[in-house]
């Protein structure tokens, strides 16, 4: 079989390791305050209380 290697009697597919970025560094994607981290919390609502525009 082509992408299969028998280890310990067990057939196993060829996988390379995950890879691991370093000095990563989180970005907004140029959101600016748009960004979901940003935003404004969604008010607690009762029923037929209309939601605010300005989330």
């Not at 000095?23 to 140029?30: A, L, T």
Request: aromatic share 12%; no cysteine.
């Amino acid at each position: 079989m082509v992408g299969f290697q028998i280890a310990e009697g067990n057939l196993h597919m060829f996988q390379s390791p995950g890879a691991e970025i370093q000095d990563y560094q989180d970005s907004d994607y140029g959101l600016g305050t748009n960004y979901v981290d940003k935003l404004k919390e969604f008010p607690e609502l009762g029923k037929g209380e209309r939601t605010p525009f300005d989330l």
